[in-house]
Nanobody, 111 residues
Framework: QVQLVESGGGLVQTGGSLRLSCAAS????????VNWYRQAPGQTREFVAG???????SYASSVKGRFTISRDNAKNMFYLQMNSLKPEDTAVYYC?????WGQGTQVTVSS
């Protein structure tokens, strides 16, 4: 069974940082593209960042220069480092290894 478990969410002030982690089991991330999505209240789920299995990364325009996706295939985990956080970043963040999703972790950025 494939399981994805996010951790690292919480409450942070504007300008602060958080690092989200996604621990995977039942799937080898070395052979997978991995992604982060987020969904704010009343909004659709949107792509945040992705890491292709062969190295290239991609980011939503709204987070470029502030967020960094990385992976540790030996630990079967991947991460989202979030810096210079803004209230607009407040959302539930989900890790994805298509077609599987984690349960989400709340990130709240106070004004």
């Amino acid at each position: 069974q494939v399981q994805l478990v996010e951790s690292g969410g919480g409450l942070v002030q504007t300008g602060g940082s958080l690092r989200l982690s996604c621990a995977a089991s039942g799937v080898n991330l070395a052979f997978k593209n991995v992604n982060w999505y987020r969904q704010a209240p009343g909004q659709t789920r949107e792509f945040v960042a992705g890491s292709a299995l062969d190295g290239p990364t991609s980011y939503a325009s709204s987070v470029k220069g502030r967020f960094t996706i990385s992976r540790d295939n030996a630990k079967n985990m991947f991460y989202l480092q979030m810096n210079s956080l803004k209230p607009e970043d407040t959302a539930v963040y989900y890790c994805q290894v298509n077609p599987h999703w984690g349960q989400g972790t709340q990130v709240t950025v106070s004004s």
